[in-house]
């Protein structure tokens, strides 16, 4: 079983729809790390958080310690957040220990 | 400021062949990790740099996988006689430091390796 598990993998929605990803975990960890990316392009990471909720723009992340998940949230989508939104965990809290381990991803298709 | 950059983006190698990839970090960054991206799959770490010292390279998964980073700023990955599997796309970060703020990690556009 992977460290880091993601849900769906793969998610088809109509534009202005309201999408959920979901990223568990079955290790301790210091942060959790919410990341896109595009179709031969790099990754961009779009999330850190250890605690709570961050929100940048039309995109929320939440993150529940004591159950061991997160959900990546994007609010009235578009065809251009269409792209593979990978969660991954850092274990530690320096040095080699801040290496990520990541989820297979969720590609996501946003149609007109 | 410039981000992260690698060369080459593509590279075709034939089955034997020696590769060297390269990774240029931010400026300053302290941190610097190697991660493997098989088609359809998240990355896989391969190695981490703290400046030249190479502290980790548990994720390095044979050796025939090489890295250094001789003066703590640009990294070379090295992958001799080359087989089928090692078809990846290869991905470097850095990170500013060590701690707090400074573990967030930028990423590089990838090599993508081909072995034919």
């Known amino acids: 079983k992977n460290e880091v598990e993601q849900s769906p993998q793969n998610l088809t929605a109509q534009e202005g729809e309201f999408i959920t990803i979901n990223c568990s975990y079955s290790?301790?960890?210091?942060?959790l790390h919410w990341l896109q990316q595009h179709p031969g392009g790099g990754i961009v990471s779009l999330f850190m958080l250890s605690s709570g909720k961050k929100k940048h723009g039309r995109l929320i992340a939440t993150i529940n310690i004591q159950e061991k998940h997160s959900s990546l949230h994007i609010t009235a989508s578009h065809p251009r957040d269409s792209a593979v939104y990978i969660c991954a965990v850092r274990r530690g809290y320096g040095g080699a220990t801040n290496k990520l381990i990541f989820g297979t991803g969720t590609l996501l298709a946003v149609q007109p | 400021g410039a981000g992260v950059s690698q060369s080459p983006r593509y590279k075709v190698a034939k089955r034997g062949q020696d590769v060297a990839l390269r990774c240029d970090p931010i400026s300053g960054h302290v941190s610097l990790f190697w991660y493997q991206q098989a088609l359809g799959q998240g990355p896989e770490f391969l190695t981490y740099?703290?400046?030249?010292?190479?502290?980790?390279k548990s994720g390095l998964p044979s050796d025939r996988f090489f890295a250094e980073r001789p003066e703590g700023s640009v990294s070379t990955l090295k992958i001799q006689r080359t087989q089928q599997e090692d078809s990846a796309v290869y991905l470097c970060a850095s990170s500013r430091g060590l701690r707090g703020d400074s573990y967030e990690q930028y990423f590089g556009p990838g090599t993508r390796l081909t072995v034919t």
């Open positions: 290790v301790g960890i210091s942060a």
């Open positions: 740099f703290q400046n030249e010292a190479q502290l980790d």
